[in-house]
Each structure stands twice: as C-alpha cells, then as structure tokens.
C-alpha cells in the first residue's frame, strides 16, 4: 500500500471545504486522517507517512475526480472543529456516525460495522467481560481523547478510573506493559491490536458492548454534488475490497491487517 506525505502548514489548508466546484478548481481534495486507528490510517511517526485502507481510498476518490490527494492531519478532538473550519474537505479513517456529528456535518453510506468492545491483558481477559465487571474501584480505563471512544466511557462507567492517553497509535503499547487495565475500542481495532501485541486478548469482538457504523465525513453545504461523487467513487471500490475481504490490500499492507493465521477479518456492509 503506498503511503503519503501530508501537507505541512494548516493555515495553508484552512478556506471554504467540500464544494465539488472548489476541489476541481483547485486541483486537490483534502482529506482529514488522525493517522492513529490501523487499518484505516496510521502515519508513521518517523516518516511522517500515512498508510492504510482509507489512504487507499482516498487515492482512489482524487483519482476519480482528476486531482491531487492532499492528507491533512486531524485528531479526535478536533475532527468536527477542524471540518467546519474548512480545513479540509471530507474526513476518513474509521470515522463513527453520530448524531452528535450529524448535528453539524453529513456522512456517506455506512462502509463497515463496528462496536465497542474491551482488550486487556490476556491474562486478566476473563475479569472484564463484562460492564459489571469493569465498572468498579480499582480498574483504570485507558482512553485516547476526543472521540467516540471516551464519550462511550464517560456515559457507561462511574466506579472505575477513566485515563486519559493522548497518543492513541502508542495506547496499545502502554496497555501491553501493563499500565492501566483495558480499553474500549472498536471490535476491528481490538483484532488486529491483539495481533500486533500478543500479549493482548481483544474480547468478544463479535459481540461488542455496541453496535455502530462507519462512514465518511462530509461537509452539510458539500452533500450534492460532493456526497454522490463520493458515493460512486469510494463505495464501490470498498464494496469491491469487501468482496474479496481485501486481499489486494492486504498483500500490501500486512502491517495494518497482520499476515496468514494472525489476518484480521473486515465486517462490512
């Protein structure tokens, strides 16, 4: 999979985001990636290279539309702030619908579904199964801020320690050396996150506290003509990956997915 170089300098992203007029006539379409959530984007902190499916997909739609992809860096916290700001044009990389982000913002069809669901330590997975079981004095939450994540932590859990950990693409690592208990992530991530830590147990990702979509995040002015360019580009190219549990990606990208019995499943629509 090839990875890209974003855009340094935010002031020079920052304008007027999501008119399909605009990006033809500036030749580019930005795209918003926290480049902390793998599979779907991860920007490697020494290159400064963002890789993963959406990386892809976002290649795909630029293409499609005859301009040049431009990645411009986002976290959790700021997607919304960073979208109404015209930062850039469509937000991707794992992106949950809400109706706290629908308020402001639309999104594509669903591409994938996910839930929260917990991983910790695999020699302490049969101690939280359960939100009861997680819910008490003692256990300490690990949480990366800003996102669906910590919203679903702060609205479900009041007994236990809730930390926060700003480098989400490191939180694994710190949970693998034994700081904090767990965290609740979506089923996708706790999978190949356990494949990458083996001293993690992603637990019953098939069966997650929750049940959610994911989808692309859009501007409300650019829904039309924008929101159907995006709909015929991009979903039909991940509706193709699906179909064939995106092996051509994965051939390219074993860091994201894993490699042969470690391989994590995609659950698209």
């Not at 994938?112 to 917990?118: D, E, I, L, N, R």
């Not at 236990?160 to 490191?170: Q, S």
């Not at 990606?249 to 391989?263: A, D, T």
Request: glycine residues 12%; aromatic residues 8%; proline residues 5%.
């Amino acid at each position: 999979m090839a990875g890209l170089l974003f855009a340094t300098g935010v002031g020079a992203q920052e304008g007027r985001g999501g008119s399909l007029e605009a990006i033809l006539a500036a030749g580019r379409l930005r795209v918003g990636l926290t480049g902390d959530y793998r599979p779907f984007s991860y920007r490697d902190p020494q290159t400064e290279v963002f890789s993963g499916i959406d990386v892809d997909m976002a290649q795909a739609l630029a293409g499609s539309m005859g301009v040049k992809l431009e990645i411009v860096p986002t976290a959790w916290g700021a997607l919304m702030g960073d979208l109404q700001a015209g930062r850039f044009d469509i937000g991707m990389g794992g992106i949950t619908i809400t109706l706290a982000r629908l308020k402001t913002a639309w999104f594509s069809s669903p591409v994938m579904v996910a839930g929260k669901t917990p991983i910790a330590l695999c020699s302490n997975k049969e101690k939280f199964q359960t939100i009861a079981q997680i819910d008490r004095p003692g256990v300490t939450v690990l949480v990366n801020p800003g996102g669906t994540n910590e919203s679903f932590d702060r609205a479900t859990f009041h007994a236990a320690t809730i930390e926060v950990f700003a480098d989400n693409a490191g939180i694994f690592g710190e949970l693998a050396r034994g700081h904090g208990d767990l965290m609740i992530t979506d089923g996708v991530e706790t999978r190949l996150q356990a494949k990458l830590h083996p001293e993690l147990c992603a637990i019953h990702p098939e069966e997650p506290f929750t049940r959610s979509e994911l989808g692309y995040l859009l501007p409300r002015d650019g829904v039309t003509p924008l929101g159907w360019t995006v709909q015929a580009a991009v979903l039909a190219t991940w509706r193709a990956c699906c179909s064939s549990n995106c092996t051509g990606l994965r051939s390219q990208s074993s860091p994201h997915f894993g490699n042969g019995e470690n391989s994590v499943e995609l659950v698209c629509l």
